[in-house]
């Protein structure tokens, strides 16, 4: 009896005072802590060297360079003069307003930056982007300069300086829908935000783009557009065809050889081309939108020729004819013939 009450009172005394004993962690689990501490030790003690990275990073000349004409192009004015300093010139120019006046004109896309570090404090960025004007594409390739301040690129330039001067159709043109300002003024880079009252005229491919590496102010001459040369040649075209098959409602204004004899509104004939693929169709110089034509055409036919009695005599064969005329851009159904 004793034998078996000694485990038992040995028992109950192990239970009424335990022996602290280490807990038993399953390797597994040791594995994972050790691998979490090594990880955690090391982005303590990296994240400053990350934190940097990031940092010299947005602070790239390209990053600089890529987020300035990014802000440009999503018109937002204010961001964009945030990256460098002004020129000298009007400020006036550089709102939201009129950059949105710039991308309804041609937006900008496809924006790619290859920049220079020079020694010192400069560096170069040649940029090229893609504005998309109406009348088709075009690439655009600019260079930017940037200066090193403390740790920071920034733009020497953040706006064009440009002196508007419209020569032909001045009086059809705006600029951001107000009148074109004089004096020397500031904008970003992209589309020329001057406008006409007619799709008829437009501004040349050299002239409509305000670019960094632009030489000397802009004086644009506005240019028949592809829709006005399409409009004037259609009516070119028909209103020499009337006179040539005899039913132009004025047809002693038509166009004659050039022979001082010849009858007026006699000549009748065909071509075998249209006229407006040879001859001259182009805005004019001057404020309203005049369109000159002038060219010579061969017509295969007769006109009656005043002999030295005043009598009319045909003259038929292939007849060098003078055609000049005028239109408006704005009116090119109406073709008035004139002298040459």
Not at 248 to 261: G, I, M, Q, S, V
Request: aromatic share 4%; glycine share 10%.
């Amino acid at each position: 009896m004793s034998t078996a009450a000694e485990p038992d009172e040995h028992v109950q005394a192990q239970e009424e005072t335990p022996v602290a004993t280490p807990p038993t962690v399953p390797r597994r689990h040791r594995l994972l802590f050790w691998v979490a501490l090594v990880a955690a030790l090391a982005v303590a003690g990296g994240g400053g060297a990350i934190a940097l990275t990031a940092y010299e990073e947005e602070a790239a000349p390209e990053r600089v360079v890529l987020d300035y004409l990014t802000a440009v192009a999503a018109g937002d004015a204010a961001a964009a003069l945030a990256y460098g300093d002004l020129p000298e010139g009007e400020p006036d120019l550089l709102t939201a307003e009129v950059l949105a006046a710039q991308r309804a004109i041609a937006p900008i896309s496809g924006i790619t930056v290859d920049v220079t570090v020079a020694p010192g404090d400069l560096a170069t960025a040649q940029v090229s982007y893609e504005l998309g004007f109406a009348t088709g594409p075009q690439t655009v390739e600019d260079t930017l300069r940037l200066t090193l301040e403390g740790r920071t690129w920034r733009l020497a330039e953040v706006a064009v300086p440009v002196t508007m001067r419209v020569t032909n159709g001045a009086s059809r043109a705006t600029a951001a829908g107000a009148q074109i300002p004089d004096g020397r003024h500031l904008l970003f880079p992209g589309a020329l935000p001057i406008a006409f009252d007619t799709e008829n005229l437009g501004l040349g491919a050299e002239t409509r783009v305000v670019r960094f590496a632009q030489e000397g102010d802009l004086e644009e001459a506005a240019e028949l557009s592809p829709a006005g040369t399409e409009a004037v040649a259609a009516t070119l075209d028909a209103a020499l065809g009337a006179c040539l098959d005899g039913t132009a409602e004025a047809p002693t204004l038509c166009p004659l050889p050039a022979d001082a004899r010849a009858v007026p509104g006699s000549l009748l004939g065909t071509m075998a081309e249209p006229a407006s693929g040879v001859v001259l169709i182009e805005a004019s110089a001057g404020n309203d939108g005049l369109v000159r034509i002038k060219g010579e055409v061969t017509v295969t036919g007769e006109y009656q020729q005043l002999d030295f009695n005043n009598q009319q005599v045909p003259v038929t064969g292939d007849l060098a004819v003078d055609l000049t005329a005028i239109c408006f851009a704005t009116s090119p159904e109406t073709i008035i013939w004139r002298a040459g």
